[in-house]
């Protein structure tokens, strides 16, 4: 089971702002012929990681899919600096020229398949950033998720049964 709860102020759905040079990255990377322009990998390990989602499981193609029709860009990191029990987290990092810019937070040693498979949990909360055109900022985030999310059980920390139900079913078209 996966254990990625959603958090505003400061968690999984996070309304921290980030800035990160790799937000600036380039837009069509080596990667983007496959992944597409919308959902990149902060290192090309973890492009691979995504193409590898793609491939196997269609749930993850679908999500990324629908991304690539969306103005969100969502850049998939991997880190040993989530909170004790939280697998990952999405951050809002900036919006600029009509995009927005999320930050996919993935914990470290996970495996492959329980990377891949929380990356889509993950992923699952930036199309509902996505379908939100309110959300600019992270206090747009914030609302967001006091209004949709599911409270976790640490403060200020929300999930949504859309973003459950897509990891598990990632989790089981990788297995």
Same mark, same amino acid.
């Given at each position: 089971?996966?254990?990625?709860?959603?958090?505003?102020?400061?968690?999984?759905?996070?309304?921290?702002?980030?800035?990160?040079?790799?937000?600036?990255?380039?837009?069509?990377?080596? #990667? @983007?012929? +496959?992944?597409?322009?919308?959902? %990149?990998?902060? =290192?090309? $390990?973890? *492009?691979?990681?995504?193409?590898?989602?793609?491939?196997?499981?269609?749930?993850?193609?679908?999500?990324?899919?629908?991304?690539?029709?969306?103005?969100?860009?969502?850049?998939?990191?991997?880190?040993?600096?989530?909170?004790?029990?939280?697998?990952?987290?999405?951050?809002?990092?900036?919006?600029?020229?009509?995009?927005?810019?999320? #930050? @996919?937070? +993935?914990?470290?040693?996970?495996? %492959?398949?329980? =990377?891949? $498979?929380? *990356?889509?949990?993950?992923?699952?909360?930036?199309?509902?950033?996505?379908?939100?055109?309110?959300?600019?900022?992270?206090?747009?985030?914030?609302?967001?998720?006091?209004?949709?999310?599911?409270?976790?059980?640490?403060?200020?920390?929300?999930?949504?049964?859309?973003?459950?139900?897509?990891?598990?079913?990632?989790?089981?078209?990788?297995?």
């Amino acid at each position: 089971m996966l254990r990625a709860f959603g958090r505003v102020v400061g968690g999984i759905v996070s309304v921290v702002t980030l800035v990160s040079p790799s937000v600036h990255a380039e837009a069509n990377g080596p #990667h @983007a012929s +496959v992944i597409g322009s919308r959902v %990149r990998g902060a =290192t090309p $390990a973890i *492009a691979r990681l995504v193409e590898h989602g793609i491939r196997r499981s269609p749930t993850f193609a679908a999500l990324v899919a629908a991304l690539n029709r969306s103005d969100v860009i969502v850049y998939i990191d991997i880190t040993p600096q989530l909170p004790a029990g939280i697998d990952g987290r999405l951050a809002f990092a900036t919006s600029a020229g009509g995009v927005r810019y999320l #930050h @996919a937070q +993935v914990a470290v040693g996970l495996g %492959r398949d329980g =990377t891949i $498979a929380v *990356a889509g949990h993950e992923l699952q909360h930036a199309l509902e950033v996505a379908a939100d055109p309110r959300v600019r900022d992270r206090d747009g985030l914030a609302v967001l998720y006091a209004v949709i999310g599911i409270p976790g059980a640490r403060r200020d920390t929300y999930d949504t049964a859309a973003a459950q139900q897509a990891g598990r079913r990632v989790r089981s078209e990788l297995s």
